[in-house]
C-alpha cells in the first residue's frame, strides 16, 4: 500500500505565495511521475503541474510563471512553489503520483493524497 501525504495549505492574500510539499511512503519501488491536481467548488479537477522521472515537468497555462514543481527523488517528494497567488488559484490541490511497487510492476498504479485547501483572498 501507498500513502500521499501532503501539507502546506493555507490562506494568503492576493499576490502572496504558498508552497505545497507532498510525500509518498509505504510499498515503492520507484515513482514514475508525480504531480498537482486542483479542484474548486463546482469544477472538475485539474492537472496544475507535473513532473516525470526524468525531470520533464508540465504546467497549466493558468499557472506558468507563476508556479514551480520540484521532486526530491531520494525522499519519494513532490513540491509546488506557489507565487503570485490569485483568488482563481482557491481550490483543494491534490498530490497524484504513479507508483510501481516492485521492479517487475509493468504498469504503475496511481494514488492520490488527501488533499490540502489553498484560499487566496483578494
Known amino acids: 500500500q501507498v500513502q500521499l501525504v501532503e501539507s502546506g495549505g493555507g490562506l494568503v492574500q492576493a499576490g502572496g505565495s504558498l508552497g505545497l510539499s507532498c510525500t509518498a511512503s509505504?510499498?515503492?519501488?520507484?515513482?514514475?511521475?508525480m504531480g498537482w491536481y486542483r479542484q474548486a467548488p463546482g469544477k472538475q479537477r485539474e492537472l496544475v503541474a507535473d513532473s516525470a522521472s526524468g525531470g520533464t515537468t508540465n504546467y497549466a497555462d493558468s499557472v506558468k510563471g507563476r508556479f514551480t514543481i520540484s521532486r526530491d527523488n531520494a525522499k519519494n517528494t513532490v513540491y509546488l512553489q506557489m507565487n503570485g497567488l490569485k483568488p482563481e488559484d482557491t481550490a483543494v490541490y491534490y498530490c497524484?503520483?504513479?507508483?510501481?511497487?516492485?521492479?517487475?510492476?509493468?504498469?504503475?498504479?496511481?494514488?492520490w493524497g488527501q488533499g490540502t485547501q489553498v484560499t487566496v483572498s483578494s
Open positions: 509505504g510499498s515503492i519501488y520507484s515513482i514514475n511521475r
Open positions: 497524484n503520483a504513479d507508483v510501481k511497487v516492485t521492479r517487475t510492476t509493468v504498469i504503475p498504479r496511481n494514488y
